[in-house]
């Protein structure tokens, strides 16, 4: 098994910025919280922020340092304490974690020593995707960092990397509408001429998709809201049997951080502070049992993850009934992401409208595909065909079959980590991640 990332994109200046810039955004998620916020309740959907911030160090010194380059341990209790496989959930709360200043330091040390290897020796194309793989890592965590606060109803962060930015307008209206795609052979996943990929997203196969029509924009507060307000958490007929024993094994009548002020007026929780409900914000923080219910009550469905793959990659050929051949590695083209195109890296602070970024559309006119709020999907999360696992194997594997597949990202994702193949994953009950959906219109 190869395993490497392309130096030509990804030289040792980028990798060093990066690293900097990703243990810099973990310290400052979490500066501003007491040794107690540190450490917080015992919960089975977030971790101890005190262990978290400590076990993406440790993963980084385990994949660069001491897998790719043979080196010996910092700490020799560093696997006792951090290895997130081997250490059940609920255990690292009872843990001898080490003080939070010695944390920091041995944080600090894994990241100098990183950075010393990228300055002094050769960056090959195997050390290059250690290095990568331990930078998206501590990405994803933290995101995960971001909403553990929103969950414990901490403060918002703050953060250097937003302060004298450009600021993203979160005004932009609604969005309504749908758009016809055509069908055609589509090639799903990503080719291996991507600089990095994640063992899930291996290897692009080739697709049936038959036309199908789906909303220019995710589902709105004030849509969602008209399906609560129209008794959605209480009638049977829109829910699932799975759906339904969850809406009421935890009594469900409403998203998670919404409160009804009056009749028709909904306020949601913003980190610690309520705010009066955005009507034409993506609705955010569902799970996928009550986005599949929305869509029964709206006559509408979830698209399947190739379906949202086609939407945010594929282009119509020549005749404009048929996908064309060509792959988009962006819903918008091949450049990055940019302010005016994704809302990202924490930059406004939580979701614009749907209508805003029209800069980013796909090519069928999709808008907002990457960044603002990750979109369920209806397809569970099961390996392409002739899956592999990567050296990192706890990575896609355990979670095949029931978890579901999400796409594109929200605006706390880092725009360094998203590509239109990057497949997501959550179990069908997580609501306190930064998840919505769009929907599709059902088969005529």
Not at 49 to 77: T, Y
Not at 191 to 209: C, I, L, M, Q, R
Request: glycine fraction near 6%; include cysteine; proline fraction near 8%.
């Amino acid at each position: 098994m190869t395993i490497r990332a392309d130096t030509t994109v990804f030289s040792a200046r980028t990798l060093s910025e990066w690293v900097r810039d990703a243990r810099r955004c973990t310290f400052e998620l979490v500066a501003d919280l007491t040794d107690e916020q540190m450490i917080g309740p015992l919960l089975p959907i977030i971790n101890p922020l005190l262990w978290e911030i400590g076990h993406v160090a440790w993963f980084q010194e385990k994949w660069v340092l001491r897998h790719a380059l043979g080196r010996e341990p910092i700490r020799p209790d560093a696997d006792a304490l951090w290895d997130s496989i081997a250490i059940p959930h609920d255990e690292r709360w009872r843990l001898p974690l080490p003080s939070r200043e010695q944390t920091l330091a041995y944080m600090r040390e894994v990241r100098d020593r990183v950075l010393e290897v990228l300055e002094r020796s050769e960056l090959t194309p195997e050390l290059a995707y250690f290095v990568c793989l331990s930078v998206f890592h501590e990405d994803m965590h933290t995101e995960a960092i971001t909403y553990t606060r929103q969950t414990l109803g901490y403060p918002p962060p703050k953060l250097s990397l937003v302060v004298g930015t450009s600021a993203i307008s979160a005004e932009g209206g609604p969005l309504p509408g749908d758009v016809e795609i055509p069908g055609g052979t589509f090639w799903l996943g990503a080719t291996p001429d991507e600089p990095f990929v994640f063992d899930n997203e291996k290897w692009a196969h080739p697709v049936s998709v038959r036309p199908f029509v789906m909303a220019r924009a995710p589902v709105t507060q004030a849509e969602f809201a008209a399906f609560v307000d129209d008794g959605g958490y209480r009638r049977r007929e829109w829910w699932s049997e799975a759906g339904w024993q969850w809406r009421e094994r935890v009594g469900a009548e409403h998203p998670v951080y919404w409160r009804r002020e009056a009749p028709g007026r909904w306020w949601r929780r913003h980190f610690d502070q309520w705010v009066p409900l955005e009507p034409h914000r993506p609705v955010i923080h569902v799970n996928w049992y009550e986005a599949e219910a929305y869509c029964r009550w709206a006559g509408r469905r979830l698209p399947t993850e190739w379906e949202w793959e086609v939407a945010a990659a594929g282009e119509p050929d020549a005749s404009g009934a048929r996908l064309a051949e060509r792959k988009r590695r962006f819903p918008w083209g091949d450049e990055p992401p940019t302010p005016e195109r994704a809302n990202l890296d924490w930059r406004a602070m939580g979701c614009v409208d749907v209508g805003a970024l029209a800069a980013g559309e796909s090519a069928f006119g999709c808008r907002q595909m990457i960044g603002n709020v990750w979109e369920w999907t209806s397809s569970d999360f099961l390996p392409y065909p002739g899956f592999t696992p990567d050296p990192y194997k706890e990575y896609s594997q355990p979670w095949f079959g029931d978890h579901k597949v999400l796409r594109g990202g929200c605006w706390v994702t880092r725009g360094r980590l998203l590509r239109n193949t990057w497949r997501n994953f959550y179990r069908p009950d997580r609501r306190d991640v930064w998840a919505g959906f769009r929907t599709c219109a059902l088969s005529r």
